[in-house]
């Protein structure tokens, strides 16, 4: 797998690739002119007020601007925009509203093409490898795109099924791949020296984090290895589901996995025509995702609505039975003896399906989450503060009373409300408060690490799909479950803790003299720094008192200078007033703002 790292130029590989790289390098050189000029530019001469006025148009623009680029280039642009638009710790919602609705959907190779592409990849003509396969793809993506197939009917009755999706990657994608990620580099490297930009994030950290997901998703024996993974956290649970990966049919770019497809988990009505309660499935969603979350510690990072179905049993049992073969696999001899039953007495299974997109929770990441859970239970603001510190969010500079403050608000008037109770809130309220919480969090300089974001993307979506099946789900009660196990094993861990607890704490107390020495030294040599909000508001505007003035005196020495020296150098002396014109301008522009 090519490595995440350096800032290489753009690879010379053909001319089409040239011409790609130079094209986002443009768009990125344009964004950046733009926010100088709006940003930095204008602020510094008084018109800050003027540059405001029209950000949030701006930034829309931009962002379908952006749109159109990614649509145009498909490649990773797509995921770009994707990748951008949950990212709402460090982009304002004028460019993250804009981006959610940016589809991977793009028009099909030609058949011509993926059926040389599979045949190099399997090593073998298609006809032997399959015994039927569907030249229109039913999905298309940026990356890739998917077939239905039949396997031959000698490894079908070896596995116990015969009808097959078929991934296959677009000839020529790693090329694409390298260039736009050559280009990504490139753009963070320059972000990298924008004041503006790296106050408030780590540019060149987040294409990394990008870039090692991306060729994640390219390597097909990675997803495969994914879909194995969660098969066997869930080896016990009659509940879950996920497809076969046929190892004998699937290489780095082409994968094979038998074909899951049943009821999409968000048709209600098709739901309903086969007995299932859809307020059920809502709640078996939310269990099986703080299962993945809490207990597996791996979870399934791109659950929208395309990717999980709802599979009756009866169903299951018919598409294996196709193969003519009375024992197959552990998949379906699992789905055979599922017991998750409605009230409608019928069996069906929660089947997920592409696993390109995968969470991991890490030790340190559990801790933080546990204490999370624990302060968003017992809605202690502190607490969740504190716990977000813990999770790497916040930074260490970050001054979060006004977030503590901001948190207590939201859990006295909002805590506990299910999505129905919600909507009998005045839209102007929620409106007004998110106005306000956003600002709060945008002024904090917090970064998301890329696994606490897609634990936030997973639960996001996943409260959207159980809001889809049912208006009164309430997702506090969903975790509450897990929250009560975190809070009995809390003990336990704390008991098994304690040895390194007092040797961290034996530890601190052993420097603690060394420590208050340096402080002692810092307060002698006049080097503490201590943080005054209101001090500083004011010492800004006496700085820009002084500015003003300074533009004033400036401005009348000009002009008197002119005056005098026209009498003897008219053409020094008229050039000299009409300097006088740059002063005077930022000298009314800020007295106007004032």
């Known amino acids: ?230 098969t066997a956290d869930f080896a016990g649970d009659p509940v879950v589901e996920a497809p076969v990966v046929v190892w004998e049919r699937s290489s780095l770019r082409a994968l094979t996995l038998s074909d899951v ?99 991991e929770i890490s030790d340190p990441l559990r801790a933080g989450l546990r204490n999370f859970i624990l302060a968003a239970v017992g809605r202690d603001s502190r607490a969740l503060v504190a716990s977000l510190g813990e999770l790497g969010v916040l930074l260490s500079t970050a001054d979060t009373d006004e977030l503590e403050r901001a948190m207590s608000a939201l859990f006295d008037r909002f805590g506990g409300l299910g999505i129905a109770e919600l909507q009998t809130i005045d839209p102007r309220e929620l409106e007004a408060f998110g106005r306000q919480f956003g600002e709060t969090i945008r002024v904090l300089p917090f970064q998301l690490p890329e696994s606490f974001l897609l634990l936030i993307r997973t639960i996001s979506l996943v409260s959207g799909v159980t809001s889809a099946l049912d208006r009164d789900f309430n997702m506090w009660d969903a975790v509450d479950p897990f929250a009560r196990t975190i809070l009995s094993t809390n003990g336990r861990d704390a008991l098994r803790d304690l040895p390194q607890q007092a040797l961290a704490y034996g530890t601190t107390l052993a420097r603690l003299p060394r420590r208050m020495d340096e402080l002692a030294t810092r307060i002698e040599r006049g080097q503490l720094a201590v943080r005054t909000p209101e001090v500083d508001r004011r010492l800004r505007s006496v700085e820009r008192s002084v500015n003003r003035l300074g533009s004033a005196i400036v401005f009348a020495a000009l002009l008197v200078g002119g005056v005098f020296l026209r009498s003897t150098d008219e053409v020094l002396g008229t050039v000299l007033m009409a300097t006088a014109a740059v002063p005077l301008l930022h000298l009314v522009f800020t007295l106007r703002r004032r």
Do not use: C
């Open 1 to 230: 797998m090519p490595q995440a790292s350096g800032t290489p130029a753009a690879p010379q590989t053909s001319r089409a690739s040239r011409k790609r790289y130079r094209k986002i390098v443009r768009f990125a050189w344009i964004f950046l002119a733009q926010a100088w000029w709006y940003e930095l530019f204008l602020p510094r001469i008084g018109l800050r007020r003027f540059a405001a006025r029209g950000r949030t148009a701006r930034l829309q623009f931009l962002a379908q601007r952006f749109r159109v680029l990614a649509v145009d280039l498909g490649g990773l642009m797509i995921k770009v925009g994707q990748f951008l638009s949950a990212r709402l710790d460090i982009l304002p919602p004028e460019v993250t509203n804009e981006l959610q609705g940016l589809q991977d959907e793009v028009a099909a190779e030609p058949f011509d093409k993926i059926r040389e592409q599979t045949v190099a990849e399997l090593g073998m003509p298609l006809e032997s490898a399959y015994a039927f396969f569907d030249p229109t793809p039913i999905a298309a993506a940026s990356l890739g795109q998917a077939h239905r197939a039949r396997l031959s009917p000698a490894l079908a009755a070896d596995l116990g099924f015969e009808n097959v999706i078929v991934k296959i990657q677009r000839p020529g994608i790693d090329e694409i791949v390298a260039v736009d990620l050559a280009a990504l580099r490139r753009i963070g490297g320059w972000l990298s020296h924008v004041s503006l930009v790296s106050k408030r994030a780590d540019a060149p950290a987040l294409v990394e984090e990008f870039a090692v997901t991306s060729l994640e998703e390219i390597n097909y024996l990675h997803e495969a290895a994914n879909a194995e993974r969660f």
């Open 261 to 359: 497809s049943a009821i999409k988990i968000t048709d209600v009505e098709a739901l309903k025509r086969a007995g299932i309660d859809p307020s059920v499935v809502a709640d078996e969603l939310a269990r099986v995702t703080f299962q993945q979350i809490f207990v597996a510690g791996f979870f399934h990072a791109d659950p929208h609505p395309g990717n999980i179905f709802v599979t009756p049993v009866a169903a299951v049992a018919a598409g294996s039975s196709s193969a003519g073969s009375e024992t197959a696999r552990s998949e379906t001899a699992r789905s055979a003896t599922a017991r998750s039953d409605t009230g409608a007495g019928v069996k069906w299974h929660l089947t997920y399906v592409d696993f390109g997109m995968m969470g």
